[in-house]
Nanobody, 118 residues
Framework: QVHLAESGGGSVQAGGSLRLSCVAS????????MGWFRKAPGKTREGAAG???????AVADDVMGRFTISKDNDKNTLYLQMDNLKPEDTAVYYC????????????WGQGTQVTVSS
């Protein structure tokens, strides 16, 4: 099982930036990919950004143009660059592995808090 460890959360003012990192340790099958999810207070967990087996990436509509997901395969690290943060981005952000194209999750990180003040 892959162990995931996130870092990089914190508190910023609206318009600020943060970069989250997720280091993965352990081997993953070829059909398993990584992504970022978030859970805001009182809301259900939602996907923020993800990767595909061919290296392509995608972000949710409400963060498009502000969030960028990337992966350094040499370091086994997934990143989420978050720019122009808004108060509604406040949430606990989780890194996860899952079978590509499904909601079959394999591993979750411990989560990192992101708080954006207005």
């Amino acid at each position: 099982q892959v162990h995931l460890a996130e870092s990089g959360g914190g508190s910023v003012q609206a318009g600020g930036s943060l970069r989250l990192s997720c280091v993965a340790s352990g081997a993953t099958p070829s059909d398993v990919v990584m992504g970022w999810f978030r859970k805001a207070p009182g809301k259900t967990r939602e996907g923020a950004a993800g990767t595909d087996r061919d290296g392509s990436t995608a972000v949710a509509d409400d963060v498009m143009g502000r969030f960028t997901i990337s992966k350094d395969n040499d370091k086994n690290t997934l990143y989420l660059q978050m720019d122009n943060l808004k108060p509604e981005d406040t949430a606990v952000y989780y890194c996860a592995t899952y079978i590509c194209g499904t909601t079959q999750f394999k591993s979750w990180g411990q989560g990192t808090q992101v708080t954006v003040s207005s």
